[in-house]
């Protein structure tokens, strides 16, 4: 599923091509993209210029004049692609925008399980997928606010920071390579964590997130690594493949329904002794 790196690169790539833009034509399918929708909510974007997109953990709102909006979320197939002026649609386009130069943009979509969502873009702020998230790690993270949540939970580390409510926008690629940089076992309870560990954590979380914006950075629509594109990450995706640090092979683990890729000697579990240093220092 694309997390916060590639909707960061698709609000940049949307914001490129549309603002400032007026719509010439608006059309939808009536698919569950939209569901609870009608068409002709999504059509009624004709006339209208974008003014701005926003980003919020892995959702996109994109305001237009007149106070109307778009909620996007790519889910796991999801993408916004443009058509130059003569070009044909691709497959399993679910919904487009044509402007009125010539050209559109499309949101294709082959599993349908993205969102586009019709609305004004004050009523839209208030949805509760929105509501519900936490910060946004891109600019900054609040130690002391992810280290109180994380003390505080006897969820692994992995799936208490794939909770959209600690961390808006982390997803299980991020989550696996922030704990890989930060050295922390997957598998620990979030209230074995120090406060110097925390500290740790935010800053592998805001590495993973800058190492892959450089990396899938483009002014075309990202291939993800599920479609074939490069692996560049450091252990995700990767089981059996050497630990680029320690030549260990790289484990996999499922946690929480989801797959977790690990060093077992870089991310190994402390030592008896450690931990009762640990205990210690929580007492």
């Known amino acids: 599923m694309p997390e916060l790196p590639e909707v960061e690169i698709a609000s940049r790539q949307l914001r490129h ?14 698919t569950r993209v939209i569901r609870g929708q009608g068409p002709q909510r999504f059509a009624a974007l004709a006339g209208h210029a ?25 889910g796991m197939t999801g993408k916004w692609i443009r058509r130059r002026p003569g070009e044909d649609a691709s497959s ?3 919904a487009t ?17 993205g969102r586009l969502v019709r609305g004004k873009t ?15 790690p891109l600019e900054e993270i609040d130690v002391d606010r992810l280290h109180d949540l994380l003390s505080r939970t006897q969820r692994s580390l992995k799936e208490a920071l794939m909770d959209q409510r600690v961390l808006a926008g982390l997803g299980n690629i991020l989550v696996s390579e922030a704990l890989h940089r930060a050295r922390l076992d997957p598998r620990r309870r979030g209230t074995s964590l120090l406060r110097e560990e925390t500290e740790r954590l ?7 997130i800058r190492a892959s914006l450089a990396e899938e950075d483009s002014p075309e629509p990202i291939t993800y690594v599920e479609e074939g594109g490069e692996n560049f990450f450091l252990v995700y995706d990767r089981a059996g493949q050497p630990c680029y640090t320690c030549r260990t092979p790289i484990q996999r683990l499922v946690q929480g329904g989801r797959s977790t890729f690990f060093c077992p000697f870089c991310q190994r579990t402390e030592r008896k002794g450690a931990q009762r240093r640990r205990k210690r220092a929580l007492a």
């Open 202 to 208: 935010a800053d592998a979380i805001r590495e993973a």
């Open 17 to 30: 091509w549309l603002l400032g833009k007026r719509i010439a034509r608006a059309r939808a399918e009536r």
């Open 50 to 74: 974008l003014s701005d997109i926003e980003r919020f953990g892995k959702w996109m709102l994109l305001s237009f004049d007149g106070g109307e909006g778009l909620l996007s979320h790519l």
């Open 92 to 94: 399993h386009v679910r």
């Open 97 to 113: 925008v044509q402007l009125d130069d010539g050209s559109a943009i499309d949101y294709r979509d082959p599993r349908l399980f």
């Open 122 to 136: 004050a009523a839209l702020r208030q949805l509760s997928p929105l509501r519900a998230l936490g910060p946004d």
